[in-house]
Structure formats: structure tokens, C-alpha cells
């Protein structure tokens, strides 16, 4: 099976999570589908599409030091990093309570080589150039200081190390950007400034030796080598 096959049948098997957060990120309820619809104007399939595009970037047979920020639920890593047992994973989040869900689904699902620490990514507590890999799903977009965040990733990744992950930009459908700043910047959600598929292209460039940048509507998805 090809890796994005792999990690598509990984979110397939999480099944029937009934969490309004964890069935709106997996499109795997019915009120899940239709936030992806009415939102993001995606169907389950582009949402198992973006999610896989990101993960497909670090290999099956990962086995070095991994950070994942934030983990949230855990919902769209925990069923992958299962698949990676010789990887060193660290998961970190602001949120406790989003943490002891992924916690709990670690646990679930036997996935032993991963710890949680509670952090911010604007300030991390690790030294420089620890991790092979860091992976950042869905965060960048309610990051309240995200030069910070962009800083401090650099700064805890390996030369030649790997940074991939995926957020909301905005200027790639209208009707997106009116949810975000209608709902989800006015509940808090997410937090301005927002890149643009372009704008962070150019960052990433700018700061990585090798970046690549795709999008899905409005999710970017990104792969950068330090
Ligand atoms: C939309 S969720 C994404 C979670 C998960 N990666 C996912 O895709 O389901 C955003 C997460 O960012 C976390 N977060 C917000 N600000 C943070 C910060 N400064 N440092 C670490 N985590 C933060 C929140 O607690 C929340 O769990």
C-alpha cells in the first residue's frame, strides 16, 4: 500500500468519533461533513487529501525525534504516529484539555513512544536543533504570535530537518474568508494576521533551503527541508 494510502485508511479506521471537534477535522460525522462543506467547500475526500499530503512527507519507517505542535485531540496524528514505532515523538499543546484527549487516544490505541508536555509554541522548551522532524497541522491559523512560532520551530529543528504541516490561508475562496472572520476570528478561534497561499510561499522560501507550498481551497499545505 502507498504511504497516503496507508494514512488514509489510518483516519478511516478512527471511525465514529463523536466529538463535534474531532468529527468536523475528520469529516466523519454528519455534522463534521457538513462544516467541510458549508466552510471549507470540501468533501471527505479532500479532507483525508490535505491530511495525507502532509504526512506522506516524512517516511514510513521514521525513526527519529519528532515534534508534533500543537497536538490538539491527537485525532489526525495519533492514528499515524501509531504506524512510526521506532519514531522519539514529543506532542506538545497550550491546551491541557485538548491534551488529555490525544492522551487518552495514545493510550487507546497502544502508541508508546510518544510523550505530551504542555507549552507554547512561541516559547519551546527545547534546545536547539533537537528534532528531526516537526509537524504543525491546523495551528498556525489560531497561533496568537506566529513570528514567534515561525522563529522557535526553526530554531528546534535539525539542519536538514523536516517541517511540514497545514493551516488556513486566506484569499483562496470568498466564501471561506467570510466564515473565518464572521465566526471563527469573532469566537476566537482563529487569530489574525492570516498568510496567503503566495505569502507563505515566500516565507518558507525565504527561511527554508528547500519549500513547498499546495493548497486545498483554503488549507496550504506545506513541505520545507531546514
Ligand atoms: C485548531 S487546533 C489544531 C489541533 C490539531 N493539530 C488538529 O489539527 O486537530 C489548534 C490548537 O492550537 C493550540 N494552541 C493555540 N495557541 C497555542 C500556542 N501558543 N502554543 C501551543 N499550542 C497552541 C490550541 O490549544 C489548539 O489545541
Given at each position: 500500500m502507498e504511504r497516503k494510502d496507508e494514512i488514509k485508511s489510518a483516519y478511516r479506521s478512527l471511525g465514529k468519533s463523536h466529538s463535534l471537534y474531532d468529527g468536523m477535522m475528520t469529516a466523519s460525522t454528519f455534522i463534521g461533513r457538513a462544516i467541510c462543506k458549508t466552510v471549507w467547500d470540501m468533501s471527505p475526500d479532500d479532507v483525508l487529501e490535505y491530511q495525507a499530503r502532509v504526512f506522506e512527507t516524512l517516511p514510513a519507517d521514521f525513526s527519529g525525534r519528532l515534534l508534533e505542535v500543537p497536538v490538539g485531540t491527537g485525532v489526525l496524528s495519533v492514528p499515524v504516529w501509531k504506524t512510526m514505532p521506532n519514531a522519539d515523538i514529543t506532542c506538545l499543546d497550550y491546551s491541557e484539555k485538548m491534551m488529555e484527549s490525544a492522551r487518552k487516544r495514545a493510550n487507546?490505541?497502544?502508541?508508546?513512544?510518544?510523550?505530551?508536555?504542555?507549552?507554547?509554541?512561541?516559547?519551546?522548551?527545547?534546545q536547539n536543533s533537537s528534532f528531526d522532524a516537526l509537524v504543525s497541522l491546523n495551528g498556525f491559523h489560531a497561533f496568537p504570535d506566529k513570528e514567534a512560532a515561525y522563529k522557535e520551530i526553526y530554531r528546534v529543528l535539525k539542519p536538514g530537518g523536516t517541517f511540514c504541516g497545514c493551516f488556513y490561508v486566506e484569499g483562496s475562496d470568498a466564501n471561506t474568508d467570510k466564515w473565518i472572520s464572521g465566526f471563527y476570528v469573532k469566537k476566537g478561534f482563529f487569530t489574525r494576521p492570516f498568510e496567503t497561499v503566495d505569502s507563505l510561499r515566500e516565507r518558507l522560501e525565504k527561511m527554508y533551503t528547500k519549500a513547498e507550498v499546495t493548497n486545498i481551497n483554503s488549507i496550504a499545505i506545506f513541505k520545507c527541508v531546514k
Open positions: 487507546e490505541l497502544g502508541v508508546s513512544n510518544i510523550r505530551f508536555i504542555q507549552g507554547d509554541v512561541g516559547d519551546l522548551p527545547f
